[in-house]
């Protein structure tokens, strides 16, 4: 039984490491994959997304999602993830066909076929859920659950000084989904940076993606160590040295087999009004608001043990 999954994402470097993760797993169905802006604008992510899932495979619904966030101006990660999201990859153009549908009904859609079993990945920003939610507000009990990466819980942030990129893009997004999924019949899961930083690829993960491009026919192998080498550089140039942080494959995994992380329970909102902290979201430890916990917040990861997991099952999917 292959437990169904709908990936909204903003493909970027991570989720095409993500996106792979999933087309190598035997366990997993990739039920539709939602293209939302973020580390580049949403059409050159959803280039991303046809071309990835024709080379993995994956003949899945690849919709659209809305070309600007609900209120903040679009912001793109040029120097992160390079003008066409995936670093120095050389992609061939899209043979596959898009879905007429726009990415918030690709939600909508795959949530009502399949009450109660389809899980949401949300490894971007939160727009096209959230205006998904404003179509059906019923998502959060017709999805059987949902995982996010994103936010930072008291840990610095990677876009602003305390905001975390995928809600920094569409902070109004991500408190309206963290609003609307507090109530759902099992909490999301939230990946964020304080955990999703604990994975770090060094030149020895680079060089087994490397290595693997260079003895594999496969595409994607190639590409992903093409893209993540640029990823490398950013990080580098960024002042962190030759590694990369790998955010959204450890949200993945953890959705797919639960493991590689314990999680427990917070609540957790998004500041929207803060001159110096828009965009950050906020764990009120202590219960000082009086409220139930919204999400059940990563915690005690297991870099090593994941990192193997990752990297091992790219090169047997990909070898
Ligand atoms: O902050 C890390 C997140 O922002 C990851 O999902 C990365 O792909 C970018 O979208
Ligand atoms: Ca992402």
Redesign the pocket.
């Known amino acids: 039984m292959r437990a169904p999954f709908l990936i909204d ?2 493909t ?4 095409a490491i993500a996106l792979s993760y999933l087309a190598c797993r035997a366990d997993v169905e990739v039920a539709g994959i939602v293209s939302t802006g ?2 580049v604008p949403a059409a050159t992510v959803h280039r991303n997304n046809l071309v990835l899932t024709g080379l993995l495979g994956l003949e899945v619904p690849v919709a659209l999602g809305a070309d600007r966030p609900l209120v903040e101006p679009p912001m793109f ?1 040029d120097d ?2 390079g003008p066409a999201g995936l670093g120095h990859a050389v992609l061939p153009d899209p043979v596959r066909a898009e879905d007429p549908r726009r990415g918030a009904q690709l939600w909508i859609d795959l949530a009502r076929e399949r009450p109660g079993e389809l899980t949401g990945l949300v ?3 939160h727009t096209n859920l959230a205006l998904a939610l404003e179509l059906e507000p019923e998502l959060p009990r017709l999805l059987r659950r949902l995982h996010v ?2 936010g930072s819980i008291h840990h610095r942030g ?2 602003g000084p305390t905001s ?3 809600i920094a893009v569409d902070p109004e997004a991500a408190q309206r989904v963290l609003a609307a999924f507090a109530t759902a019949p099992r909490r999301p899961v939230l990946g964020a ?1 304080q955990a ?1 930083e604990r994975i770090v690829f060094s030149a020895t993960q680079l060089e087994r993606l490397e290595q693997l491009a260079e003895r594999s026919p496969h595409p994607v192998a190639r590409i992903l160590a093409d893209a993540v080498r640029f990823y490398f550089e950013f990080h580098r140039a960024d002042g962190f040295g030759w590694m990369a ?1 790998v ?2 494959p450890l949200v993945t995994a953890h959705a797919v087999t639960g493991d590689f992380a314990g999680t427990r329970p917070l609540a957790v909102d998004v500041e929207l009004a803060g001159t110096l902290t828009r965009g950050q979201t906020v764990g009120d430890e202590l219960g000082r608001w009086g409220r139930e916990p919204t999400v059940d917040l990563l915690a005690e990861v297991r870099p090593a043990e994941f990192v193997e997991h990752l990297l091992s099952t790219l090169e047997a999917g990909l070898g």
């Open positions: 994402c903003d970027g470097i991570d989720d973020g580390n990660a992160t993830h490894l971007g920003p990466m994103g990677n876009t975390e990129w995928n940076l999703t942080h955010h959204d």
